[in-house]
C-alpha cells in the first residue's frame, strides 16, 4: 500500500526535480492522446510553440491574453497572501469593466486621456467594491470568503447580462443583444503594437512586490496570512487590513475589467471576462504568490492558449480536443504540487497466497 | 509497481514515436487558402454541421486547402480569430454567424487583399460580401405541415434572437401554417442563445406544457426536436435533416446547402473576378430546401407543399405578399404588394397569429 506523508521541508533541487518530471509526464501522456488521434506529438508540440511564439504577430496575440492573466493574479496573490480565499476575480472584473463603461458610454465627449483616467478610477473602485462585499462579512460575521466571492461572480455575469439584453442593448444593432462600440475616445492606445494595458500590468507588478515587501501594510497582510492570532496579539489592526488589502485585490481584478472592455472589447459583453479570473487562481498558485514569478507564469499560460488555439487549425483538430491538451497539461502541473508537498512511501504488503 | 511504470513509459514513447513516423501531414500544395469561423461545434447537427459540410464539399470540388475554427463566441475573439486564420495562410474568411458582423467589418479594412464572406447580417465593405439563403421560403412550406398536423392549434416555436432573420423565419413559418389552418397560433419563446441544447430544450418543454402539439425551432441544435419527442409531441427541424435525432417526432425541416455558392465565390476570388455583393438565395437556385417528408407527416402534405413550392418557384406566389395583418391586427401590406427584399432584411413585426413579443 501507498502511505502519505508530509515533507518537513523540500530541497530548491528536489522541487525543481518534480516540477520538471510533471511536466515530462503531461507531454508524454498528451503525445499518447495526440497519437491516438492520428497526428505526429512532435509536430504538434512544435506547433503549438510556433503558434504561440512564431512570429512578432504571434507574440503579441500571446501577450494581449497573458496581460489580465497576469494583472488578475497579482490581484488575487494580495488575498490569497492573507489566506483570504478570493475565488471571485471573475465578478470583479466584470464589475470593474461595468464601471469602465459607464464612464466610456455616458461622457465619451471629454478628452481622451480624461476619460480613460476616469474608466481606470471606474474600473478599480467597481472591482474593489465588488470584493468589499464578502470582506466586510467576513470581518463583521466570520462568514465564508470562499463561497461568497464565487457567488457573487454570478451576480455580476447576470447583472451584465442584464445590461446586455436590456437597458444598455444598442438601438442600432436592430435586436441583436450587444452593447454599443466604444467611441475611439475610450480606447487605450497603443505602444510597440500592444495596447498600453501592457505597461499598467507592469507598473501594477512593481508596486504591489514592493509594498508586499517593503511597505508596513504587506508585512501586516503577511502576518495575517501566517497566523491571525500573531496579528492580533502584535496589535495588528486586523479588520482594517483586511478590508483594505482585499479592497486592492478587488481593485486589480476591476482594472482587468477595465482594460479587457477598453482596448480588448472595445465593449462590455458578457464575454469579456473569459475566465480570466479562474484561470488567475491556477497561476497564482503556480507561481507560489511570488509576485514576480507570476509574469512568467502567466506567459506560459498564454502560450499553452495560444499554441492549443493554433493547432486546432493547422492540424484540424477539434476545439475539445485541444482543450484536453492544455487541461492534461495544467492537470500534471498542478498535481506536482502534491507531490513537493507530501512524499509517498512505498509499503510492500504481505501477500495472501491461495 | 515501479517497473511496471517504466514499462508504460516506454511503451507510451515507443507508440507515439511509431505514430508519428506512419502518419505524415498531408500537405497541400494549392496556394489558395480558405479560413472558417463557426459559432458552435461542427457536431451539432444544425447551424454549423450545415456550413462545414458546405466547407467540405468545397474542398472535395476545388481541391483547396481549409482552415477552420469552431465554438468562436460573438466578442472581440472574432477578430483575434480571423487575424490567426489570416496569418496562417487564409486569403478568403468565411464568417457564419450573424454576431460576427461587425468584427469582420472591421477586419476587412485591414487586410484589403483577403476577401470577406459574411452570413446573415446586411453590412458589405469592398472586400466583404454578405450572404444568405431565404430560408423563409422553405419555412413557409415547414408550416404547412405543421399547420396540418397541430390538432390543438397551437404550434411552439424555439426562437434564438429577436433580429430581423429570425422574425422573417417565424412571420413565414406562420403565414404558411395559416395557409392551410387558420384558426393556428403560433407561440414564441425567446432563448438568446444560437447554441445551448440544454436551454433550447427547456424553452420547447415550456412551450409543450403550454398546450402546443408541434415544435419549430429556429436554433442551432436538435433540442427542441428531442424535447417534442419525449413529450410524444411533432416537431419541425432546422438547418440540417434531423431524422435520426428525433425520429418519432422529426416530420421535415427548413435546411441549408451552402456548397455551390462557397465554390462559386471561391472560384470568382481564385480568378480575380470577385464583387462584393449582398446574396440571398432560395429555393430557386437551391440554397435553401425542404428535407423530405418522414412518415409522421399529415396526410395530403405533399400535395399542399408541393402546389406552394410551384408557385414560389415560378414567381405566381411570394410569401409576404399582401394582404398582411400584424399583431394588433393593422393592415400593413396591401393587397396587391409584396415586401421588397430591403424591408424584408429589415422585418421588425409579427403577423397576426403570432404570441409573443419582439424584445
Known sequence: MINMKKRTAIKPSQSILIRVTAVILAFITSSLFIALMGHNPLSVYSSMFDGAFGTHYRIIETLKVAIPIILASIGIMIAFKMKFWNIGGEGQILMGAFMATFFALQFDHLPKPLLLF?????????GGLWALIPAYFKEKYDTNETIITLMLNYIALKWITYLQYGPWKDPAAKGFPKIANFSDQAILPKLFDLHIGWIITLAIVIIISAMMKYSKWGYYITVIGESRDTARYSGINIKKTVISAVFISGGICGLVGFIQASAVEQTLSVGLSAGYGFTAIITTWLSALIPM?????????????????????????????????????????????????????????????? | ???????????????????????????????????????????????????????????EQLGVKTLYKESVPETQEVETEIRNLIDQGAKVIFATSFGYMDFVEKVSKDFPEVTFFHC??????????NYFGRIYEARYLSGIVAGLKTESN???YVAAFPIPEVIRGIDAFTLGAQSVNPDVEVEVVWTYTWYDPASEKEAAVALLDGGA?????????????????????????YNTDMKDMAPKAYMT????????????QVQKVMNGEFESHAYWGGMNENTVQLAALTDLAPEGAQAAIDAAKASILDGSFHVFQGPLYNQAGELVVAEGETLTDGEMLELNWFVQGVVGNIE
Open chain 2, 1 to 59: 509497481m515501479k517497473k511496471v511504470l517504466a514499462m508504460l513509459l516506454i511503451a507510451t514513447l515507443v507508440l507515439t514515436m511509431f505514430a508519428g513516423c506512419e502518419k505524415k501531414e498531408e500537405e497541400k500544395t494549392e496556394d489558395m487558402t480558405v479560413g472558417f469561423i463557426y459559432v458552435g461545434p461542427i457536431g451539432d447537427g444544425g447551424w454549423t454541421y450545415a456550413h462545414n459540410e458546405g466547407r467540405l464539399y468545397l474542398e
Open chain 2, 253 to 264: 425541416a427548413p435546411i441549408w446547402n451552402w456548397g455551390p455558392y462557397y465554390v462559386e
Open chain 1, 293 to 354: 514569478i507570476i509574469i512568467p507564469a502567466s506567459i506560459l499560460f498564454a502560450a499553452l492558449v495560444k499554441g492549443g488555439s493554433f493547432i486546432q487549425t493547422a492540424f484540424q483538430i477539434p476545439n475539445s480536443a485541444a482543450e484536453v491538451l492544455q487541461s492534461m497539461i495544467l492537470f500534471f502541473v498542478i498535481g506536482s504540487e502534491f507531490f513537493a508537498k507530501y512524499t509517498l512511501a512505498w509499503h510492500k504488503k504481505e501477500r495472501s497466497i491461495k
Open chain 2, 213 to 237: 402539439d408541434v415544435i419549430a425551432q429556429h436554433q442551432d441544435t436538435a433540442g427542441p426536436q428531442q424535447a417534442a419527442e419525449e413529450k410524444g409531441a411533432f416537431s419541425i427541424g
Open chain 2, 154 to 156: 397551437k404550434i411552439g
Open chain 2, 120 to 129: 446573415s447580417g446586411y453590412k458589405t465593405t469592398d472586400n466583404m460580401a
Open chain 1, 118 to 126: 476616469f474608466m481606470f478610477i471606474g474600473g478599480f473602485v467597481g
